[in-house]
Nanobody
Framework: QVQLGESGGGLVQAGGSLRLSCAAS????????MSWFRQAPGKQRELVAS???????NYQDSVKGRFTISRDNGKNTVFLQMNSLEPEDTAVYYC????????????????WGKGTQVTVSS
């Protein structure tokens, strides 16, 4: 079992900043990719940003230059620093990771957090 604990969401005015955190715990041997997704009301869940175990990052075009993803491998934690927030960023943000549960298990698993609400007022 793997648990993902997200925090840092809230209500902020346009132009403001928030920092999301997601800590993974449980049966984890190694984590490859850590990602943040978001889902706005009436829309599909979409990838916001991801980071691999060697630090390679990928961003959705709409957040490039405003959001920064980072990770602390020692603490199995991923962060999303969100600056210059816009009302269009309002959504539930979900943490996601690809991981190996045990050293002897070569296959990879995937886990989702429960989400944290981010609301940006205009």
């Amino acid at each position: 079992q793997v648990q993902l604990g997200e925090s840092g969401g809230g209500l902020v005015q346009a132009g403001g900043s928030l920092r999301l955190s997601c800590a993974a715990s449980g049966n984890i041997f190694s984590i490859t990719r850590m990602s943040w997704f978001r889902q706005a009301p009436g829309k599909q869940r979409e990838l916001v940003a991801s980071i691999t175990e060697n630090g390679t990052t990928n961003y959705q075009d709409s957040v490039k230059g405003r959001f920064t993803i980072s990770r602390d491998n020692g603490k199995n934690t991923v962060f999303l620093q969100m600056n210059s927030l816009e009302p269009e960023d309002t959504a539930v943000y979900y943490c996601n990771l690809d991981f190996r549960a045990y050293r002897w298990l070569s296959s990879y698993s995937n886990a989702w957090g429960k989400g944290t609400q981010v609301t940006v007022s205009s």
